[in-house]
Nanobody, 123 residues
Framework: QVQLKESGGGLVQAGGSLRLSCAAS????????MGWFRQAPGKEREFVAA????????YYADSVKGRFTISRDNVKNTVYLQMNSLKLEDTAVYYC????????????????WGQGTQVTVSS
């Protein structure tokens, strides 16, 4: 079992920045693939970014490439999502997810999920 808890969400103006954190506990974090997804009201959950167990391999959705950065600290059992140049369309609940396989960009690639943290971008 893996327990995940997101933090760092909030209200920010367009063009601003936020850093999300996801603290993991339970099964070996350092061997897991970690991902961030988001879900806006009335929309399906969509992939944002993923990172391999070593932190070397990363994968981004085209919509966030160049603006968001995913990273991890295997000592602190935490994965981060640095979000810069935020846009109104980035407003969503952001979820952290864990898997024990290759990098994936689909929700069903992941086995464990956090409860989510709200990010609201205002004009």
């Amino acid at each position: 079992q893996v327990q995940l808890k997101e933090s760092g969400g909030g209200l920010v103006q367009a063009g601003g920045s936020l850093r999300l954190s996801c603290a993991a506990s339970g099964r070996t974090f350092s061997s897991s693939t970690m991902g961030w997804f988001r879900q806006a009201p009335g929309k399906e959950r969509e992939f944002v970014a993923a990172i391999g167990w070593s932190g070397v391999d990363t994968y981004y959705a085209d919509s966030v490439k160049g603006r968001f950065t995913i990273s991890r600290d295997n000592v602190k059992n935490t994965v981060y999502l640095q979000m810069n140049s935020l846009k109104l369309e980035d407003t969503a609940v952001y979820y952290c997810a864990a898997a024990f396989g290759r990098l994936g960009n689909r929700p069903y690639d992941y086995d464990y999920w956090g409860q989510g943290t709200q990010v609201t971008v205002s004009s």
